[in-house]
């Protein structure tokens, strides 16, 4: 036998005897082409999707030690991936709202970044987090922050995939006092969790083109590509920060970026509001991910980014809430549906971002953002099993005609009734097998007491 015979025997062996089998319900795979499946069945077997039926035509059920998630007046569909944000940013949720960006983040942020966070701080700040996002269907996320040793255990303590990174910023840093070492750390950081987890990928995120320099950018680069790992960024996120780059190299950022090297397919860029036409086709041309974040860019008036147009033009686009404290939650079923609107409300356009493409992007699209396009993003045999439940047996998804519409215009986080990462189930009819939300929120009231700015 082949290596593909030997997967297909073993796919076959699995499917008779499953660990893990979500039945029932409409199985929204997200699969190029492929259309619903209704009164579904998922068999998954050691993390794994084996097959996904429908229950009409193979009438064989889970057998006895098999673990059953009903899924009877749902939609199954994939885990969804926060493609940008800031976990322990929950600690500053609501704590300076209302602000221009520039205010928010140089006379607030800042300054509570530097005060309130030790290892402790981000520990408790990151597993509210993954709280929230299971609670909301996330399974997967990238976050860049500091103390990021504490977030890997928080992520790896609650199940959930990420790709965890260091932040690197020329000023003295949570955690990095001397910016001249923020390079070395983040590597060292690379260094340790390289290949302790599956479901964990260490890397680094330069906070932006202003608040790094091209030494520091170039050095970032190098590092990452060293370890064939993606590099995150703030890009264009203001008009200011535009003008700044300019100003200091003479060129907009993307092309700044791309003198230095780092317009290339290892980067994954957030934001991305202020580009003109040349940077896009450079962006497409050179394969940079790009992450949308509506709801962080309207709430610090940073402006609308040209989504509809990235899309067209055949980019890789992925959707991100940022950190708590510019949004203020981590829902991405929110996000989706203010992703779709507000690009109506800025293209005039009503189909332009409709709603398979919103889920695309929390799902598969956010999967290839994050380079894990073959594990992740889409239900399908042979794919890991990062799957949620969503419950449509509610006022407020009655009746459902399209499943995609009641996703994206009806459904918030809450609605999510069971979460599954790598075939482990982390949330079962709303209750938390991995954490416990009582002792992390009372955790994070007293620390939040001590927070002031
Ligand atoms: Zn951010």
């Not at 996002?133 to 890997?152: K, N, P, R």
């Not at 790094?212 to 170039?218: G, R």
């Not at 992450?291 to 610090?300: G, I, W």
Request: net charge negative; glycine share 8%.
């Amino acid at each position: 036998m082949n290596s593909e015979d030997i997967t297909g025997h073993l796919m076959n062996a699995h499917k008779k005897n499953p660990d893990l089998v979500i039945e029932g319900g409409l199985v929204l795979t997200m699969a190029e082409g492929q259309a619903p499946v209704s009164n579904g069945r998922v068999l998954i077997k050691h993390g794994i999707i084996t097959d996904i039926q429908s229950r009409k035509e193979k009438g064989e059920g889970p057998g006895l030690q098999t673990e059953v998630i009903d899924a009877k007046d749902a939609i199954v569909m994939p885990g969804l991936v926060n493609a940008h944000t800031h976990a322990a940013m929950t600690l500053f949720r609501g704590l300076a709202d209302d602000l221009p960006l520039k205010q928010w983040l140089f006379e607030k942020i800042f300054p509570a970044e530097a005060k309130y966070l030790n290892p402790d701080t981000v520990y408790w700040g990151s597993l509210l987090a993954c709280l929230e996002m299971i609670a909301s269907g996330t399974t997967c996320i990238a976050d860049g922050y500091f103390f990021q040793d504490e977030t890997v255990r928080a992520v790896h303590e609650a199940g959930l995939r990420g790709l965890i990174a260091q932040g690197v910023i020329d000023f003295p840093a949570p955690g990095v006092p001397d910016p001249k070492k923020n390079l070395e750390v983040a590597r060292e950081f690379i260094e340790r969790w390289l290949g302790f987890s599956a479901l964990i990928t260490p890397g680094m995120f330069c906070h932006s083109p202003v608040t790094c320099s091209e030494q520091t950018l170039k050095g970032a680069w190098e590092i990452s590509r060293r370890f064939d790992l993606p590099l995150q960024i703030h890009l264009s996120e203001t008009s200011d920060e535009v003008n700044e780059v300019i100003r200091k190299t003479g060129k907009r950022p993307v092309f700044y970026l791309d003198r230095l090297g780092l317009i290339d397919k290892g980067l994954i860029a957030a934001h991305a509001i202020h580009l003109d036409e040349r940077e896009i086709s450079c962006i497409f041309e050179k394969g940079v991910k790009i992450v949308h974040v509506p709801e962080s860019n309207m709430k610090l008036c940073a402006g609308p980014a040209p989504v509809r147009d990235m899309v067209n033009a055949g980019l890789t686009v992925g959707l991100g809430t940022d950190g708590c404290s510019s949004n203020n939650n981590l829902d991405l079923f929110c996000e989706m549906d203010t992703a779709a609107k507000l690009s109506k409300v800025y293209d005039l356009d009503p189909v332009g971002l409709d709603a398979n493409t919103v889920i695309k992007m929390a799902t598969c699209w956010g999967a290839s953002v994050l380079g894990l396009e073959k594990e992740i993003g889409t239900l399908e045999p042979g794919k890991r099993a990062d799957i949620i439940v969503v419950d449509t047996h509610q006022p407020h998804l009655c009746p459902v005609y399209d499943p995609l519409s009641a996703i994206v215009y009806s459904a918030n986080g809450a609605d999510v009734k069971d979460v599954i990462v790598n075939g482990k189930v982390l949330m079962k009819n709303r209750e938390f097998t991995t954490l416990d939300p009582v002792e992390i929120m009372e955790k994070v009231k007293a620390i939040s007491s001590k927070i002031s700015i």
